[in-house]
């Protein structure tokens, strides 16, 4: 069974950078597609970014150019640079698995992700 821990989180001044790990284990597949999703208190589950095994990446628009995805398969471990950080990135950070992803050539934030972690506190103020 896939299990994945997040990790990476904190407190960072506006304008500041965080690495978020995500680290999984129980891999039943050679393929897969991870996705970085946040929730801030109040607001719906945001998909960020989501990479494929073979290092495909796509993001929403609000963070292209800020976030980016990227995977180390030896470590089993996918990360999520997060520059240029804003007090609305506020959230807890969340990574999940598709299901449906069999080596397809993109990956898809959709909302079907599950295998969820338990989530990382990220907190942009001065």
């Known amino acids: 069974q896939l299990q994945l821990v997040e990790s990476g989180g904190g407190l960072v001044q506006p304008g500041g950078s965080l690495r978020l790990s995500c680290a999984a284990s129980g891999f039943t597949s050679d393929y897969y597609a991870i996705g970085w999703f946040r929730q801030a208190p109040g607001k719906e589950r945001e998909g960020l970014s989501c990479?494929?095994?073979?290092?495909?990446?796509n993001y929403v628009d609000s963070v292209k150019g800020r976030f980016a995805i990227s995977r180390d398969n030896a470590k089993n471990t996918v990360y999520l640079q997060m520059n240029s950080l804003k007090p609305e990135d506020t959230a807890v950070y969340y990574c999940a698995a598709d299901p449906f992803f069999t080596g397809q050539a993109m990956c898809v934030l959709h909302s079907e992700y599950d295998s969820w972690g338990q989530g990382t506190q990220v907190t942009v103020s001065s």
């Open positions: 990479i494929t095994s073979h290092g495909s990446t």
